[in-house]
C-alpha cells in the first residue's frame, strides 16, 4: 500500500514544550487512523503540521510524495478540523458554507444541502450560527470537511458536543467515506469511536506516536 501521508524523524516543541522528539511515522491511503493522548500532548499540533499550517522544528513531512514547505505550503484535498472554525454568525448554516465553497468553486448548491443532510443539519433551518447549539457546530464543521469530496479528513475531536443518535450517524457517515476510498485521521476522548471506526491507533507518549493497533 501506498504511504498517503509520512513524517520522517519530526521533532517539535510549540511554546516552550517539547511535543515530538524524532518521531517516524506513516500513514497508508485509504484507512481510519486514531491518535489518542492526553490534553496537552500534541494532538493537534500533529495535524497543524501535516497541513502545512506550522512546520516541524527538524524532519519532514511528506504529503503524497511531496515534501511540505519545500515543494508545496498547503496540502491539497484535505478536509480539516482543527479548534473550532470562525463562521458568521449572522449567517445560516447553508450561507456559511455557500460563502466557504465559493473560495474553490467546486460544488452546487445541490452538493452542499446534499452534505447538510448527511450530517443531520438540514438545510431549510432557517436558524443563524450565533443561535446554533455546540452539537449543531459541530455537524456544520463535519459539513465543511466533507463537502468537497476531499481525499483526506484531519479530524480532531469530531463528536464533541454531539447526542448518542448524531454520533451514531457520524459514525456510519464517516465508515462510508471511508468505503469510498477516503483516508481519515481522528482523535477521540471516547474509546468507544476508535474502537469501532479505526484500523489501526497511535498514543502519543514519550514524545513519540506508538502503534497500539
Given at each position: ?131 446554533y ?8 464543521a ?32 464517516f ?22 471506526l ?16
Open positions: 500500500m501506498m504511504n498517503l501521508i509520512e513524517l520522517k524523524n519530526v521533532s517539535k516543541s510549540y511554546k516552550g514544550l517539547i511535543l515530538f522528539e524524532n518521531t517516524t511515522v506513516s500513514f497508508e491511503k485509504g484507512k481510519i487512523y486514531g491518535i489518542v493522548g492526553h490534553n496537552g500532548s500534541g494532538k493537534s499540533v500533529l495535524f497543524k503540521m501535516i497541513c502545512g499550517f506550522v512546520f516541524p522544528d527538524q524532519g519532514s513531512i511528506f504529503v503524497n510524495g511531496e515534501e511540505l514547505g519545500k515543494n508545496k505550503r498547503f496540502p491539497e484535498n484535505f478536509g480539516i478540523i482543527i479548534e473550532r472554525p470562525g463562521y458568521l454568525g449572522d449567517k445560516t448554516g447553508f450561507e456559511n458554507l455557500r460563502y466557504l465553497a465559493d473560495i474553490q468553486n467546486k460544488i452546487s448548491d445541490e452538493k452542499i444541502k446534499e452534505t447538510l443532510e448527511k450530517v443531520g443539519l438540514p438545510h431549510t433551518i432557517k436558524q443563524k450560527v450565533k443561535n447549539s455546540l452539537g449543531m457546530k459541530q455537524k456544520l463535519i459539513a465543511q470537511a466533507i463537502m468537497e469530496d476531499q481525499e483526506i479528513l484531519l479530524l480532531d475531536e469530531p463528536f464533541n458536543g454531539l447526542d448518542i443518535d448524531s454520533v451514531q450517524n457520524i459514525r456510519r457517515l465508515k462510508t467515506l471511508n468505503e469510498e476510498g477516503k483516508t481519515i485521521i481522528l482523535t477521540s476522548h471516547n474509546n468507544e469511536d476508535i474502537e469501532i479505526c484500523d489501526h491507533v497511535f498514543r502519543i507518549r514519550n514524545y513519540n506516536l506508538e502503534q497500539l493497533k
